[in-house]
């Protein structure tokens, strides 16, 4: 059945087109991260993929300039959107060096910490006041963290806490992409984090620059597309379905990182980083929808 506007079928709700939005962005950002394992193992430093990463955002960019026009340039926050992007380079760089020494899996789950992080900073910065559930959701979410690391258990890798430190870092800029958002659309905090991001990026990734060749610069290209791409859809998972149904999906990210791991990698999650995942994905999810619950306006 199609709607009378004919732009849909009318079986195609805004909650169904969330979740395929979401579970999209979860393939995208895996995908993303096994083309980085790849080209790591090629040789590849983390730093020089992650200049790539941003630089290969411009196509977006560029698209989003000519669907919108230079207006979406225009914006009073110049120095905000330098501070989120230099934030998010040490980030990525981090995360990009903790991948190629950890597994999938379990890197994409330890990722699910950045809202927790977010979440204490935003007590902290913000001055936001938590009840005891979200307090307890914190806690079960940070003891999932354990679960998959164990220390005390086995030896701890260098890998997993360069992720929960550089989460630690991403949990910090959604608090400013937050910020952002409540002045500035997403094409436009888009498009500043790769004109910011690029430049910034370049300079550590000198330190260590060697010419890719042909066959990895064509993976670096895509994996630049699709990394900016997942920042869209996410954004557009969450604007056209509700958080309670949409958020779910993501947890996928684990399934199919599990799936890539096995098959390219020859990594097999163990129990205890489904178990942790799961913990940790669980309590970002409720915060989540705690948080837009109690900032949704009455009536609504």
């Known amino acids: ?49 992650g200049f790539f990463r941003t630089f290969f ?3 977006v960019v560029a698209v989003l300039l000519w669907k919108y ?21 040490v980030a990525m760089m981090m995360f990009f060096t903790a991948l190629t020494m950890t597994p ?3 890197a994409n789950a330890l990722a699910f910490t950045a809202p927790l992080f977010a979440a204490v ?39 997993p806490i360069i992720i929960l430190a550089a989460s630690g870092i991403w949990g910090m800029i959604l608090i400013v992409i937050k910020t952002l958002g409540r002045r500035d659309a997403t094409p436009t905090i888009v498009t500043y984090m790769v004109l910011f991001m690029s430049p910034m990026s370049l300079v550590p990734a000198l330190f260590v620059w060697e010419w890719p060749t042909l066959p990895q610069l064509g993976i670096l290209l895509i994996m630049g597309v699709m990394g900016t791409v997942g920042h869209l859809t996410l954004t557009q998972a969450l ?13 996928s990210k684990l399934i199919w990182a599990a799936a890539f791991g096995y098959l390219l990698f020859n990594e097999l999650p163990d129990i205890f980083t489904w178990i942790g995942g799961f913990m940790i994905f669980a309590s970002a999810t409720y915060l989540a929808l705690r948080e837009r619950a109690e900032t949704k306006p009455r009536g609504t």
């Not at 909650?15 to 040789?43: E, F, K, P, Y």
């Not at 026009?69 to 380079?89: A, E, M, N, P, W």
């Not at 604007?239 to 947890?251: H, I, K, Q, S, T």
Request: hydrophobic share 55%; aromatic share 10%.
């Open 69 to 89: 026009g230079f207006g979406i340039l225009r914006t009073d926050q110049i120095k905000v959107h330098g501070i989120r992007s230099f934030g998010h380079v």
């Open 239 to 251: 604007r056209v379905g509700e958080a309670a149904v949409v958020m779910p999906m993501d947890f």
């Open 1 to 49: 059945m199609i709607q009378k506007n004919g732009v849909r079928p009318a079986w195609l709700t805004g909650n169904l087109q969330g979740m395929l939005w979401m579970l999209t962005t979860a393939a995208l950002i895996v995908i993303m991260h096994t083309m980085i394992r790849t080209l790591a193992d090629d040789g590849m430093h983390p730093f020089e993929i």
């Open 121 to 159: 900073l935003a007590v902290v910065i913000l001055g936001e006041v938590f009840r005891w559930q979200r307090w307890a959701a914190l806690m079960f979410g940070f003891a999932g963290a354990l679960v998959i690391i164990r220390p005390g258990f086995v030896e701890v890798d260098t890998g």
């Open 57 to 59: 955002g411009v196509p």
């Open 104 to 106: 999938l899996a379990t």
